[in-house]
């Protein structure tokens, strides 16, 4: 099946400690999402790729890094994660920006830092 | 700015119809999407609605008026899976999706 895979499920890391998210879709999509969410409040969009045109959100953080190697893969690289940092962090991806096209989403990582 | 509203939590017994609405103020509209997501899951996508007028699916209706910049989200026969937060979501004039809070919706036997 078609789908988009997240992992680590769960991840644990050190305040200031790098750490990097992993998504990969087998859908063939163009665009790629990252989302912020905290419990209870909606998704935050971080940075978002079409194609290979990457899009930083204004309000995102510099401790927010973004790679998209290929149309598969993309990377989420928090470089000093601070205690603040702790939600789920969804990758999700659509054919294309405009119109009906939802986005799907993976199943998520969860990051704590102790 | 933009703004999506939503009532936080709403309460339900199994069997029955619930209507969860959502208002929305954006700079332009490029339609509107309804999500659920199950607590500690991501969200699934339920419906998308463009036009004004009502789409059916199943058991699950959403409602869009773009003239009152509004819209909701109907469950029939509720069932105790249909437990979770719904979120609205609309496209704004840069097909950027501007996301709600959620509503969570708790069914009771």
């Known amino acids: 099946d078609a789908m988009v895979i997240q992992n680590p499920r769960y991840q644990v890391t050190q305040f200031g400690k790098p750490v990097t998210l992993s998504c990969s879709q087998t859908?063939?999509?163009?665009?790629m999402y990252w989302y912020q969410q905290k419990s209870s409040q909606a998704p935050k969009l971080l940075f978002h790729?079409?194609?290979?045109?990457?899009?930083n959100e204004a309000d995102t953080p510099d401790n927010f890094q973004s790679r998209r190697p290929n149309t598969s893969f993309c990377f989420l690289d928090i470089r000093s994660p601070g205690l603040g940092d702790a939600a789920m962090y969804l990758c999700?991806?659509?054919?294309?920006?405009?119109?009906?096209?939802?986005?799907?989403f993976g199943p998520g990582t969860r990051l704590t830092v102790t | 700015g933009q703004n999506i509203d939503q009532p936080t939590e709403m309460t339900a017994t199994e069997g029955a119809i619930v209507q969860i609405n959502c208002t929305y103020q954006?700079?332009?509209?490029?339609?509107l999407f309804w999500y659920q997501q199950h607590a500690g899951e991501a969200p699934t996508f339920l419906s998308y609605?463009?036009l004004d007028g009502l789409e059916e699916k199943g058991r699950f209706s959403s409602f869009l008026s773009r003239s009152k910049g509004y819209s909701y989200l109907l469950l029939k026969e509720l069932q105790m899976k249909d437990s979770a937060s719904y979120l609205c979501?609309?496209?704004?004039?840069?097909?950027?999706?501007?996301w709600g809070a959620g509503t969570k919706l708790i069914i009771k036997p």
């Open positions: 999700a991806t659509s054919r294309d920006r405009s119109g009906s096209g939802e986005q799907y």
């Open positions: 859908l063939n999509h163009n665009v």
């Open positions: 790729y079409y194609d290979k045109d990457f899009n």
């Open positions: 954006t700079s332009g509209f490029n339609g």
């Open positions: 609605n463009v």
């Open positions: 979501a609309v496209k704004d004039s840069n097909y950027q999706l501007i």
